[in-house]
């Protein structure tokens, strides 16, 4: 399986001023010519020419026609080829493995699921993620050499440095696995490993443009509830690699208090807006979840009832088939919820606001805390209710009386859909690869 010679691809990009050339033109939608390149980057007009050379020999970028502008020749227009190499993200979710397949611009070219291993046996969650890789880049069609490397988007904790996921509360049977070093070893390629919020976050800063990626949270609804923190450009990762753990922010539930677990009025972000929470909410409302739900609901989810130990990943145990099921349930009954808003459901609608409204709530601590004006939602579980619960999130923000920014909050949905953390795991290496940082230019083990 592993038939390629794991980093052989990276070094070919080296060079600090070969990365700020690619960047720039990778970012100007109509191409730049040389001239431009020299003016945009600072870079002398031979280094320029040098640089360039090298890129059009290694098929990364191409000579795209030619603009006359005032006197003297014209200026011959270099491009992006977008599919001259490419990227694998990996999302580990409790249910299944997502898989992507990103071009240089950020696009999905193909993409697959296979159900999550069970970690007791860590061979066999190598060999299942490793054959779910080869596969996808051999029905894609695409060299196996222009392959960068892949990036997994894992639930926290992770040891970064050491490539481990540790012990994600929602994945009891994931402990200490070392996936980053054995994947490499099974596929040939490149790894790196991130937190799933922080892989969501680096997405976003590296598929976006100017200052919409400078300074933002990304809040990651999924089966769980985390932010990925962004400033000036660079995503907040702390000393452990496990920043985003925003689901013990002490929020008012609103109408959410006291139903279906727990009284009071106050309570965490994350055990309040925990999916299989608010699917037996909405079937004490009388909302139709459709059929295939558990006798009980769906109170065998596999998900701590209070949330205590959620870490903002996007992820329940597994603890043995019959959670899997109840996980399927859980989100089959999500799709449900999804429809009915989008049918006019008012019961539906006002559930979905009032989830909007209580992760605003949230989310206004930490945009005070960062002065941040920008907030991303996205997620598998946020996309299907969005329609409703992002103009309440918006509302709770910009109307909050504790906010402290003076300035404008932004808030939008991410455009990466229900993929954004595999997507963003592809993206880590891309990031790595061609973004002009000191601190990107190797992506080895």
């Known amino acids: 399986m592993a038939e390629h010679r794991r980093g052989a691809n990276l070094p070919s990009l080296g060079g600090f001023n070969r990365t700020v050339v690619l960047d720039a033109v990778r970012r100007s939608r109509d191409g730049l010519s040389r001239v431009e390149l020299a003016a945009r980057t600072g870079l002398s007009p031979q280094t320029v020419s040098n640089v360039t050379r090298f890129l059009i020999d290694a098929g990364m970028i191409v000579e795209s026609g030619t603009v006359v502008s005032g006197r003297g020749k014209p200026r011959t227009i270099l491009r992006l080829e977008a599919r001259s190499r490419f990227a694998i993200g990996v999302h580990v979710d409790p249910a299944v493995v997502t898989y992507v397949l990103l071009d240089l611009v950020g696009a999905v070219v193909a993409e697959t699921t296979t159900s999550t291993p069970n970690a007791e046996d860590p061979d066999q969650v190598v060999r299942t993620m490793a054959a779910a890789v080869d596969g996808l880049v051999r029905r894609s069609g695409v060299a196996p050499d222009s392959v960068l490397g892949v990036g997994i988007a894992s639930p926290g904790p992770i040891d970064a440095a050491a490539g481990v996921v540790l012990d994600p509360p929602f994945l009891p049977r994931w402990r200490d696995v070392a996936l980053r070093d054995a994947l490499g070893d099974a596929t040939g390629y490149p790894v790196l490993l991130e937190k799933d919020v922080t892989a969501a976050a680096v997405g976003e800063v590296f598929l976006e443009r100017g200052a919409a990626a400078r300074d933002f949270a990304f809040v990651y609804f999924g089966t769980g ?145 960062l002065d941040l004006d920008r907030v991303v939602f996205g997620g598998p579980f946020w996309s299907r209710i969005s329609a409703t619960a992002l103009p309440a999130a918006t509302a709770a923000i910009s109307g909050s009386p504790i906010l402290v920014p003076k300035h404008p909050v932004t808030v939008v949905e991410s455009r ?30």
């Open 225 to 369: 509830f985390g932010v990925g923190l962004v400033v000036d450009h660079e995503p907040v990762r702390g000393s452990g690699a496990n920043a985003g753990d925003a689901g013990h922010i002490m929020i008012d539930q609103g109408s959410l208090a006291g139903t279906a677990d727990g009284d009071g009025t106050r309570g965490e972000v994350g055990a309040t807006v925990m999916p299989d929470r608010l699917v037996r909410i909405a079937l004490e409302r009388g909302i139709a979840l459709g059929d295939g739900l558990p006798d009980d609901g769906v109170s065998g989810a596999g998900l701590p009832g209070d949330g205590a130990t959620d870490d903002g990943a996007s992820g329940a145990g597994l603890p043995d088939d019959s959670i899997a099921v109840d996980l399927a349930a859980v989100d089959r009954a999500w799709d449900a919820l999804g429809a009915a808003i989008a049918a006019g459901d008012p019961a539906a609608q006002a559930l979905a606001a009032e989830i909007g409204t209580v992760m605003g709530r949230a989310v206004v601590v930490i945009v005070n805390l």
């Open 416 to 445: 990466r859909g229900t993929d954004v953390a595999a997507v963003g795991a592809a993206c880590l290496v891309l990031d790595a690869a061609l973004s002009p940082r000191a601190s990107t230019m190797l992506i080895a083990h």
